[in-house]
C-alpha cells in the first residue's frame, strides 16, 4: 500500500439551514480554499452546522483499489464521490477508511458533507468541551493492489496484534489479519524486530488465520523505568510475492490490579501519576499537527508524569505513539457523557468503543478503556446499568488483557451499580472547588474506602481553575487565582497521594482547554483548570509543584512570576523545588535558607519589600529562578475579578454546615433523594413542580445535588430559605453512605 496526503487542494463552505437530508447539491460559489487539518471553529464564529469540503483526485493509470483514511472527522460525516454517497461516519474521533470507486473520466470529485449540529444518536452531546467540526486530523489516500490488508476493518491497518507476556516470562504476539485477497492461498509473513532491529520472532500463516509468534524473554515495556518497542511488519503474500505490507510498533508487558494495592506493571508496584489532556492546542483548536501533540508530550514528561488520561474520546494517533516511546500509562476513552434510552445512541457507543479499542490495541501505554465519564450526571438508572455491562463485555471480549474504566461523578454513592460493573473505577472529585473544602478530601477518600475496600479506585480528576491575569495575597476559592490552584493542590494531592490502595490519579487538566460553554473566571470559552496555558506558552506555578513532586530533573521556581505588583511590607515567598534546600538572596544579599517541607514546598514568610523594586533570587546547588517584585501603594486592580472584592466572593459552599453524617441532605443528588420515599415525600412537599419536572422529564441532571438544583432559577434568599427548611427535614432521614 502506498499513501498519499491529501492536505492540500480543499474547497470549504458553509452551508446553513441545510441538514444532510435536505442536501441535494452544492453551491456554485461561496467556497475558499483550505489546508488540512481544518477547523471552522473559532472562538469568534462558533457554527455548528453543516458545511461541505470538496476537491478532486486525480487517478494514475495503474491504480487499482483505492481507499480514504480519515482519521476523524467532527462529527457526522458523509462521503460522495461523483455525486454517489459512499460512507456515513457517526463519530469525531475515530479513523475510518472507504474505498473510492474508479471514476469513468480518470478524476474523481469528492465531496464531504460535515455536520457538528447536536445530534442525540452520536456521542458526546454532553460535555464541558467543545465540538469543533471539521477535517480536523489529516486525510490521506491508500493505493493498493488487487489483494492487501483490509483498511476497511473498524480503521485499522489490517492487524489486530495482541501482545502478553506468559507465566515464564515470555512474550506472546497473536495477530488476527484481516485481508482482502482474491486467492485463498495467500499467505501472512510476520517478522518480529526487536527494539535494537534485530529479528527477534517470524511466522508465516495462512491469512485467513491468526497466528502467534513467541519472544523468549523480551525486554519489558516498563514505563518510565524504559519503554522498548518491537516493530512488527507483516506481509500479505501472494503466490510467494509480496503484496501488501503493514507495520506496527508494539511492546510487550503485564498488567494486574489489586484493590488493596492499585496497579501492578511487569510485577511491580506502579502508582499512577498522571495529568489529563484534551486534544486542542491554542487558537488552532482542534486542527493541530503531529510536532504540535508531540510539544505537548514533552511538557508532559518535563512535570515528570507517569500516566496520561486521554480525555474524554479517542485521541490522534501521535498522542498513543508519544505515550508509547516516553513509558506513560494511558487511559483511553470514549465520550459517553450522558446515556439515554435511545438505540441507536448506544449503537454508536458501541461502535465507538470498538473502533477505539482495535485501533490501539497494540500500543503497550493504554491500560485502560473508559466506558463513561460521569453519566451519573443525569440518572443512575438501570438501563445504563444494562448498557454499561454491554460495554464492558465489548472491551474484556476485544482485549482481555486490559481493564474497563469508568469516572464517576462524585456524589454517586459508593453503593452504586455503576461502581460494580468496571474492572476499575475513577472518580472525579472536586473539593475546594464545586463543592466542599480543599481538605475533604482525605476523610472522603477513607470513608469511601471503608464501605468499598474490594473496590479498585482511583481519582479520574481532580483540579481547579486559575486566570493567568488573577492574584492573591490572600488566595480564596472561585477567585480564579493562580496562587489558589497552586494552594490548593499542595493541600490536595497530599490527600491523595498518602491513600496508598488508590492506584493513582489523574490531575484535571495539563492544559486549559476550549469549552464553548464556558465564560467564568475572566475568561471565555475556556476552561481554566489547566497547570499549562492554553496557548502552551505559559506554566502556572502549580505546573511546578508537580514537577516538585514528580521529577528528578534537579530545578527550583519562585512562585509569582506574574504576581509582580505587591502592596504589602512583607510578603511570603514560595519555591517549589525537589531540592532538600533553598537559598533566598533578596537585592543580590542572602536572605534566608528554606528546607523542602517534604511537599515540593520551601516557605519563606515575611520578606520585606523596599518600594519600587525588588529582585529575588531562590537557589540550589547549579539551579536557580529569578524575579522581581515591585512594591506598589495601592492593590493592582486587575489581579482581581470584577464584582468580586472582599466578602462578593459568592460561594454556596463555604457556609455548608447542611451535612449530617448517615442522614439525607441537600448535599446528596437528587437521584438519591427521589430514589428514598421519605426523602422524596420531604421534596414533594415543597417544590411539587420541580419533581414532576425531575421525574418526567430528562431536562434536569438529577446526579446533581439538590441544593445546587434549588438554587437554579431562583431568587438566593427564596433559595436559601427553602434549602434550609428541606435540609432540616431530610437531615432525619437515616441514609447510607
Ligand atoms: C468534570 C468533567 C470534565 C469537566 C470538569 C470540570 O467532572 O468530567 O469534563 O471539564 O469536570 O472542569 O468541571
Same mark, same amino acid.
Given at each position: 500500500m502506498k499513501s498519499y496526503s491529501l492536505a492540500g487542494g480543499w474547497q470549504f463552505r458553509k452551508l446553513p439551514e441545510l441538514t444532510p437530508e435536505t442536501f441535494t447539491q452544492l453551491p456554485e460559489s461561496g467556497f475558499e480554499e483550505v489546508i488540512l487539518p481544518h477547523t471552522w471553529y473559532s472562538d469568534d464564529d462558533q457554527y455548528r452546522g453543516l458545511t461541505a469540503y470538496t476537491r478532486e483526485i486525480n487517478w494514475e493509470p495503474d491504480w487499482e483499489h483505492v481507499f480514504l483514511s480519515f482519521d476523524g472527522a467532527d462529527q457526522r460525516c458523509l462521503v460522495y464521490a461523483d455525486g454517489e454517497m459512499l460512507c456515513e461516519? @457517526?463519530?469525531?474521533?475515530? @479513523?475510518?477508511?472507504?474505498?473510492?470507486? @474508479?471514476?469513468?473520466?480518470?478524476?474523481?470529485?469528492?465531496?464531504?458533507?460535515?455536520?457538528?449540529?447536536?445530534?442525540?444518536?452520536?456521542?458526546?452531546?454532553?460535555?464541558?468541551?467543545?465540538?469543533?467540526?471539521?477535517?480536523?486530523?489529516?486525510?490521506?489516500?491508500?493505493?493498493?493492489?488487487?489483494? /492487501?490488508?483490509?483498511?476497511?476493518?473498524?480503521?485499522?491497518?489490517?492487524?489486530?496484534?495482541?501482545?502478553?507476556?506468559?507465566e515464564n516470562g515470555d512474550g506472546v504476539l497473536t495477530l488476527e489479519p484481516h485481508v482482502c485477497a482474491e486467492r485463498p492461498d495467500a499467505t501472512i509473513v510476520c517478522t518480529l524486530l526487536d527494539p535494537c532491529g534485530r529479528t527477534a520472532a517470524f511466522g508465516e500463516a495462512s491469512a485467513g488465520e491468526s497466528l502467534s509468534l513467541r519472544v523468549e524473554k523480551p525486554a519489558l515495556w516498563n514505563g518510565r523505568r524504559g519503554a522498548p518497542l518491537y516493530t512488527l511488519h507483516a506481509e500479505l503474500r501472494v503466490d510467494g510475492t509480496a503484496a501488501d505490507l503493514t507495520t506496527l510498533r508494539l511492546g510487550f508487558r503485564k498488567l494486574r490490579l489489586s484493590a488493596g494495592e492499585g496497579l501492578f506493571l511487569n510485577g511491580e508496584h506502579l502508582r499512577l501519576h498522571g495529568v489529563a489532556r484534551h486534544q486542542d492546542i491554542g487558537r488552532k483548536y482542534s486542527a493541530v499537527s503531529g510536532e504540535e501533540i508531540r510539544a505537548d508530550f514533552d511538557l508532559i514528561d518535563d512535570i515528570g508524569a507517569n500516566a496520561v488520561r486521554l480525555s474524554h474520546y479517542q485521541h490522534a494517533q501521535a498522542a498513543y505513539d508519544c505515550a508509547d516511546e516516553r513509558g506513560l500509562l494511558v487511559w483511553a476513552e470514549i465520550p459517553m457523557l450522558k446515556m439515554t434510552e435511545d438505540p441507536a445512541l448506544f449503537e454508536n457507543a458501541k461502535e465507538q468503543l470498538t473502533d477505539l479499542i482495535l485501533q490501539n490495541i497494540h500500543h503497550p501505554s493504554v491500560f485502560c478503556w473508559g466506558i463513561q465519564n460521569?453519566?451519573?450526571?443525569?440518572?443512575?438508572?438501570?438501563?445504563?446499568?444494562?448498557?454499561?455491562?454491554?460495554?464492558?463485555?465489548?472491551?474484556?471480549?476485544?482485549d482481555p488483557e486490559r481493564f474497563s474504566a469508568c469516572a464517576n461523578l462524585y456524589p454517586l454513592k459508593p453503593k452504586s451499580r455503576l461502581n460494580e460493573i468496571t474492572d476499575l473505577v475513577g472518580y472525579n472529585i472536586y473539593f475546594g472547588w464545586y463543592y466542599g473544602q480543599m481538605t475533604d478530601y482525605g476523610d472522603y477518600l477513607d470513608r469511601f474506602h471503608a464501605a468499598r475496600p474490594a473496590l479498585p479506585l482511583g481519582i479520574s480528576e481532580y483540579g481547579v481553575d486559575s486566570n493567568l491575569a488573577l492574584h492573591s495575597e490572600e488566595p480564596q476559592i472561585k477567585d480564579y487565582s493562580e496562587e489558589y490552584q497552586?494552594?490548593? /493542590?499542595?493541600?490536595?494531592?497530599?490527600?491523595?497521594?498518602?491513600?496508598?490502595?488508590?492506584?493513582?490519579?489523574?490531575?484535571?487538566?495539563?492544559?486549559?482547554?476550549?469549552?464553548?460553554?464556558?465564560?467564568?473566571?475572566?475568561?471565555?470559552?475556556?476552561?481554566?483548570?489547566?497547570?499549562?496555558?492554553?496557548?502552551?506558552?505559559t506554566r502556572k506555578d502549580a505546573f511546578y509543584y508537580y514537577k516538585a513532586r514528580w521529577s528528578s530533573e534537579p530545578f527550583v521556581h519562585l512562585c509569582g512570576h506574574r504576581f509582580t505588583k505587591r502592596c504589602r511590607d512583607t510578603v511570603e515567598i514560595r519555591v517549589y523545588t525537589n531540592q532538600k534546600t533553598v537559598q533566598l538572596l533578596l537585592n543580590g544579599a542572602f536572605f534566608a535558607e528554606g528546607k523542602n517541607n517534604g511537599n515540593g514546598t520551601a516557605v519563606f514568610p515575611g520578606v520585606p519589600l523596599n518600594r519600587g523594586e525588588n529582585r529575588l533570587e531562590a537557589r540550589s546547588g547549579q539551579v536557580s529562578d529569578a524575579l522581581v517584585f515591585e512594591r506598589v501603594d495601592t492593590p493592582e486592580p486587575s489581579y482581581r475579578l470584577p464584582g468580586t472584592d472582599s466578602g462578593e466572593v459568592k460561594n454556596w459552599f463555604l457556609t455548608d454546615d447542611y451535612t449530617r453524617q448517615g442522614y439525607f441532605s441537600v448535599n446528596d443528588t437528587a437521584n438519591d433523594v427521589l430514589d428514598e420515599p421519605a426523602a422524596r415525600a420531604v421534596l414533594e412537599k415543597y417544590v411539587p413542580g420541580l419533581v414532576k419536572v425531575m421525574t418526567e422529564k430528562n431536562v434536569i441532571p438529577l446526579g446533581l445535588t439538590v441544593k445546587n438544583i434549588l438554587s437554579h432559577d431562583a431568587d438566593p434568599a427564596e433559595a436559601e430559605a427553602i434549602t434550609k427548611k428541606i435540609n432540616a427535614e431530610l437531615n432525619e432521614i437515616e441514609n447510607q453512605f
Open positions: 461516519h @457517526r463519530g469525531a474521533y475515530s @479513523r475510518f477508511r472507504v474505498e473510492l470507486p @474508479r471514476p469513468a473520466q480518470g478524476v474523481t470529485q469528492l465531496t464531504v458533507l460535515l455536520d457538528n449540529r447536536l445530534d442525540e444518536t452520536i456521542s458526546p452531546h454532553f460535555g464541558d468541551f467543545t465540538i469543533f467540526g471539521g477535517l480536523y486530523r489529516p486525510v490521506e489516500l491508500l493505493v493498493c493492489g488487487k489483494n /492487501h490488508f483490509d483498511y476497511t476493518y473498524h480503521g485499522t491497518d489490517g492487524i489486530i496484534a495482541r501482545a502478553g507476556v506468559d460521569e453519566i451519573a450526571m443525569f440518572k443512575d438508572a438501570p438501563y445504563m446499568h444494562e448498557q454499561c455491562a454491554a460495554l464492558h463485555g465489548i472491551v474484556k471480549t476485544l497552586a494552594l490548593w /493542590h499542595e493541600t490536595v494531592y497530599p490527600q491523595i497521594e498518602s491513600r496508598s490502595w488508590l492506584w493513582g490519579s489523574f490531575v484535571w487538566n495539563m492544559f486549559d482547554f476550549s469549552s464553548a460553554r464556558r465564560n467564568e473566571g475572566g475568561v471565555k470559552f475556556v476552561n481554566g483548570k489547566g497547570l499549562v496555558s492554553r496557548d502552551r506558552l
